[in-house]
């Protein structure tokens, strides 16, 4: 499948308009917890260096400021267990979804060629196979995969969106190798890394791509994708980076060069400044686990059980007991409530009975939904 046959899928999320519709008639207004947008103020820290940085007449450097790649390097050494991270092998992204949807056809794929991705899954890993005209392949299972010559890239998303799910350094060792025996590149999408609130993940971090105990010290056919839209409520500045592999993060620059696919100056600044300052970051953390701590014991009264979810902004819910239930149900129960959430049908077959129940409203919106839950 290629461009052309992409032209007429439809977005996923036009097709929750009726239900959206049928939230906001509630009498005491929607709470929408469908997409994860943060609501929160950007911290100040991160705004005073945008401003600092407005200035910016001249053309920004598409490799990133050495500035910004040693924060990140920095960032990776304090915050993700990985040591002396070259800075040469960091390249910014204009948000993280670009690089997901793109880096098939960055790395020249095509036809012929097979992308791996999670079987519950965030729909733009699909969608960038096909647009590079390869091959998506919805798995978990290693095995369905390991030993074939035409498998060229294989995602993982740990913390999972949007199920929640943390995969742990053996996982992860285990990917490395079956993809190093084929010669296929791991990219792992770790967005929401800093938001872990099981243990062990909450008190000893989430396992990276790029940790020793998962790559054996060598970065060689891995990359790492991350944003700061969550942990630093940055979405609007669309600020995110890659980083692992130089051979291929240098051959991602050259490709990206070309094509003017740069991180405006303020923002890289304004990057600087959130990746080198962890109290914003705890802070929101903070937020999130209280309206977290809510919604668990809301759904909960309703009905409704929260599985994986070890981290991230997302509960994944289902009816409880219930392991063939139907999404779109649990959205039209939870509309009628003026709640609306995400259907995990968006996410492939393997989602179908589950929602996607948001952190991202205000308190005052979280503890409106959970007095509607509780009461239901």
Not at 3 to 27: F, I, V
Not at 81 to 91: F, Q
Not at 223 to 231: A, E, F, G, I, W
Not at 250 to 278: C, E, N
């Amino acid at each position: 499948m290629g461009l052309a046959d992409l032209s007429g899928l439809a977005y996923p999320w036009d097709t929750l308009t009726p239900y959206a519709e049928r939230a906001r008639a509630h009498p005491r207004g929607v709470v929408d917890l469908s997409i994860g947008t943060p609501v929160d103020p950007t911290p100040a820290v991160v705004r005073d260096a945008l401003a600092a940085a407005s200035d910016a007449h001249g053309y920004p450097t598409t490799h990133g400021t050495p500035a910004l790649r040693e924060a990140v390097s920095g960032w990776f050494a304090r915050r993700r267990g990985v040591p002396a991270l070259d800075p040469d092998a960091v390249l910014p992204t204009v948000g993280s979804k670009e690089l997901v949807g793109l880096l098939p056809s960055l790395l020249r794929l095509g036809p012929g060629d097979v992308v791996v991705h999670p079987r519950t899954a965030y729909p733009t890993y699909d969608v960038g196979a096909r647009l590079a005209g390869a091959t998506p392949l919805a798995t978990d299972d290693v095995d369905e995969w390991a030993g074939r010559a035409d498998v060229r890239l294989v995602w993982v998303n740990s913390p999972s969106n949007p199920t929640g799910r943390v995969l742990d350094a053996a996982h992860l060792a285990r990917v490395v190798a079956a993809a190093r025996e084929i010669g296929a590149v791991v990219a792992s999408d770790e967005c929401y890394a800093e938001l872990a609130w099981a243990e062990p993940y909450a008190s000893q971090g989430v396992p990276s791509l790029l940790d020793p105990a998962v790559s054996g010290g060598s970065h060689d056919g891995l990359l790492v994708t991350y944003s700061l839209s969550k942990q630093s409520s940055m979405a609007g500045y669309r600020a995110a980076f890659v980083a692992g592999d130089p051979a291929l993060v240098a051959d991602l620059l050259a490709t990206r060069k070309h094509l003017g696919m740069i991180v405006p100056a303020p923002v890289q600044a304004a990057m600087v400044a959130a990746l080198s300052d962890d109290a914003h970051v705890a802070a929101q953390r903070a937020v999130y686990a209280r309206r977290r701590e809510v919604l668990v014991a809301a759904l909960g009264d309703a009905g409704l059980q929260v599985d994986h979810s070890e981290a991230g902004l997302y509960l994944w819910s289902r009816p409880a007991g219930d392991d063939g239930g139907d999404c779109w149900r649990t959205v039209s129960d939870l509309a009628d409530l003026g709640i609306l959430v995400g259907p995990g049908a968006f996410y492939g077959p393997a989602g179908a009975g589950h929602v996607r129940v948001a952190l991202t409203a205000t308190d005052e919106r979280v503890h409106e939904a959970a007095a509607r839950l509780s009461g239901a």
